[in-house]
């Protein structure tokens, strides 16, 4: 099982960034919360900041690691890892996907999701 870390940012209004897949890569075309795999060795933190510095060129914080998400695909399975996270310099620039975007959690359609990500939505539109 590969474990992977992904950021929940959310803005002053509520919204959250979402990252697009690019085309032809593994799950290309959906929307994902950004993040990446845990090097051996790393703590959630340290692997979550430098994915975000490495993708969207941001110094960011992890505040809280919420429950784990194991998801079984056709050649995978992966154990994905939420942390409420805020930023604290930069800019969100997409440089590993095809485009980022802010969302409220009801403007993002589950079905564009990547479907590991769908419970952890799930988790945020529960109060």
Same mark, same amino acid.
């Not at 959906?30 to 950004?34: A, I, K, S, T």
């Not at 154990?79 to 942390?83: A, D």
């Given at each position: 099982m590969i474990s992977v870390v992904c950021a929940i940012i959310e803005d002053e209004a509520g919204r959250f960034l979402l990252?697009?897949? #690019?085309e032809g890569k593994c799950l290309g075309g959906?929307? =994902?919360? *950004?993040g990446g795999k845990l090097e051996e060795g790393e703590s959630i933190e340290a692997a979550l900041t430098r994915e975000l510095q490495e993708e969207l060129l941001i110094q960011a914080e992890v505040f809280q690691i919420l429950e784990s998400v194991e998801y079984h695909y056709e050649k995978s399975s992966i !154990?994905?890892? *939420? !942390?409420r996270t805020r930023i604290l310099s930069g800019i969100p620039t997409a440089l590993e996907h095809s485009e980022i975007g802010w969302?409220?959690?009801? =403007?993002?359609? #589950?079905s564009s999701l990547a479907p590991a990500d769908v419970p952890i939505l799930a988790m945020l539109a529960t109060p």
């Open positions: 990252a697009k897949r #690019r959906f929307w =994902e919360f *950004p !154990c994905l890892i *939420p !942390c969302f409220s959690v009801h =403007e993002i359609d #589950r």
